[in-house]
């Protein structure tokens, strides 16, 4: 990634077509109005799997949003929906206190796990939206990969009242790992043939598109009337996973989830025979991992 000074901000206007690119938020939003007993268990059956292959979050990213929200050693972090605790680790080992929050039971076991060192992080199996507000307590709320879940109507009023005077919202992302180009051009027909309602975004989609849905998040901030100075970044990193952790990592996707087990199956043992058959084990993926910090108002 290089140095994080020297990282570089888009704009709206530096991408091609921004009104006109497809968002994978609005294809979540029918994920987003799921009702709040199906979300907590929606990552149920893949929760190990999430654990597993789902990318961290690089430390110098994690770095560069720790000194913008201007974070003390004694900082005190709300972090909403932790899942595993993929993003809750390296901060804790930084010494923060913290309290995440996962509603699913499977993710909140495995993060109590991973945290078990860590006697200042406290995981509660609950949801944000039922969570008992503890008012301006909190120097961070944390959403990793997270925050798209929530109803924003509920998320930024609910996250502003937890934060103390000029506390800061944090939210981090990873994209989906993505084949090379050619390598996708491998597997598209089996997509056609057998989960066309599989979007982009889930298999392979361009950078553009993502990010011009990072700069759509940057305006719901600013939108929301509770958070300014908002200040977003990204990088792009690049990954090596065998066709097993491919599959697993798909598995973990909103999208395949939501297929029937039988479709999912047949999808996965097509997409195994082809990708070993062209690419053997090793696959080359690159993510994009961006971050937005904007400071309570």
Same mark, same amino acid.
């Given at each position: ?9 888009? $704009?709206? =206007? ?31 059956? @893949? ?32 972090? *909403? +929906?932790? #899942?595993?605790?993929?993003?809750? *680790? ?19 076991? *495995?993060?109590?796990? /991973? ?7 406290? *995981?509660? /199996?609950? =949801? ?38 000029? #506390? %800061? ?5 990873? $994209? ?13 027909? @089996? &997509? ?11 298999? %392979?989609? +361009? ?17 929301? +009337?509770?958070? !300014? /100075? @908002?200040? &977003?970044?990204?990088?792009? %990193? /690049?990954? $090596? ?10 598995? $973990? ?15 996965? !043992? ?9 690419? +053997?084990? %090793? ?15």
């Amino acid at each position: 990634m290089g140095d994080l000074s020297d990282l570089q901000s888009i $704009t709206a =206007s530096e991408i091609e077509n921004y009104a006109d690119l497809k968002s994978w938020t609005e294809v979540l939003k029918d994920y987003v109005g799921k009702t709040l007993e199906s979300k907590k268990t929606w990552y149920s059956a @893949v929760a190990n799997a999430y654990n597993r292959v789902r990318p961290r979050y690089p430390q110098e990213i994690i770095t560069r949003t720790i000194a913008i929200a201007q974070l003390h050693n004694s900082a005190k972090i709300l972090e *909403i +929906g932790c #899942g595993p605790a993929i993003a809750t *680790i390296p901060l804790a080992e930084l010494g923060f206190s913290m309290i995440s929050l996962e509603p699913n039971w499977e993710a909140s076991k *495995i993060a109590k796990l /991973n945290c078990a060192t860590y006697p200042q992080v406290q *995981i509660i /199996n609950t =949801s944000f939206e039922e969570w008992d507000l503890i008012e301006n307590q909190f120097d961070a709320v944390l959403a990793a990969t997270s925050w798209h879940w929530l109803d924003p109507a509920i998320a930024y009023r609910k996250s502003a009242a937890a934060l103390k005077a000029a #506390g %800061h919202l944090i939210l981090l992302w990873n $994209t989906p790992p993505q084949l090379d180009p050619a390598t996708y051009q491998l597997v598209d027909s @089996v &997509y056609q043939a057998l989960a066309p309602e599989i979007p982009l975004y889930a298999r %392979h989609e +361009g950078r553009e598109t993502h990010q011009a849905d990072f700069l759509k998040f940057s305006e719901s901030i600013i939108n929301s +009337g509770y958070f !300014a /100075n @908002v200040k &977003y970044d990204h990088s792009i %990193h /690049n990954v $090596t996973y065998s066709v097993e952790e491919y599959l697993l990592l798909l598995s $973990t996707l909103s999208p395949y989830i939501a297929l029937a087990e039988e479709k999912r199956t047949h999808l996965f !043992a097509n997409l195994q025979e082809i990708l070993r058959q062209h690419r +053997g084990d %090793h696959l080359k993926l690159s993510f994009i991992s961006a971050f937005h910090v904007a400071r309570k108002i």
